[in-house]
């Protein structure tokens, strides 16, 4: 499925290992909702919120939302874990499709 990826910077350097974890932050993201949702659009947007210095993640699709076992799932899990390593937390909403928000400070 393709998808529109929007950047707004500039973005701070990141040490190696938090560059890693942001990398794999969006696979994480994507891989647990998108075989089930059924969506037909998805969207990846990054942006540095100039007043908090932080770089905002939104992932949403237009799917038709996650079913409980996803939420508890591995994929989740894996996005969860590496947020806490980054001091940030996942925020989901499952109306009208999956939104999946976190935050790094910037």
Known sequence: LPFPLFLDGPFRFFS??????????????????????????????????????????????????????VLLGRGLNNLKSRLLKLKSELHISNKAGTELTFNLPA
């Open 16 to 69: 190696p290992p938090e560059l890693l974890s942001i990398f794999r932050l969006l696979p994480d993201a994507l891989s647990p909702d998108f075989p089930h949702a059924a969506a037909s659009l998805l969207t990846v947007t990054i942006a540095l919120d100039h007043k908090t210095r932080e770089i905002s993640f939104c992932i949403k699709d237009n799917g038709k939302g996650m079913f409980k076992g």
